[in-house]
């Protein structure tokens, strides 16, 4: 069974940088079918898609969020990360990482973080 652990900041404060880290269990990052990917949720709005990084190391960003998101990995402890730049109240939201399988369904994800960006 697939399971994936996030942890990250519950709150910053606005400039600053959003660092996260999916650790990856019963399966390995770095198997091909697979991309390994970050999702957001602000409150009352639909999933953003933010980015992604496949099994052989591709890397894929959200268009509006690429000038300030970082995605890497970690393959001896099996994580991946996020980082997000020059954070504002706009980016306050429900964080998680998620598996994207070769159907492309999201089909294992992490319990969610919680981050509020305030002063």
């Known amino acids: 069974q697939v399971q994936l652990q996030e942890s990250g900041p519950g709150l910053v404060k606005p400039s600053q940088t959003l660092s996260f880290t999916c650790t990856v269990s019963?399966?390995?990052?770095?198997?091909?079918?697979?991309?390994w990917t970050w999702i957001r949720q602000p409150p009352g709005k639909g999933l953003e898609w933010i980015a992604s990084?496949?099994?052989?190391?591709?890397?894929y960003y959200s268009p509006s969020l690429k000038r300030r998101t970082s995605i890497s990995r970690d393959t001896s402890k099996n994580q991946f990360t996020l980082q997000l730049n020059s954070v504002t109240p706009e980016d306050t939201a429900v964080y998680y990482c998620?598996?994207?399988?070769?159907?492309?369904?999201?089909?294992?994800w992490g319990q969610g973080t919680q981050v509020t960006v305030s002063s």
């Open positions: 998620a598996r994207r399988n070769g159907d492309f369904v999201l089909d294992y």
């Open positions: 990084i496949k099994g052989i190391g591709s890397t």
């Open positions: 019963g399966g390995s990052i770095t198997t091909n079918n697979y991309c």
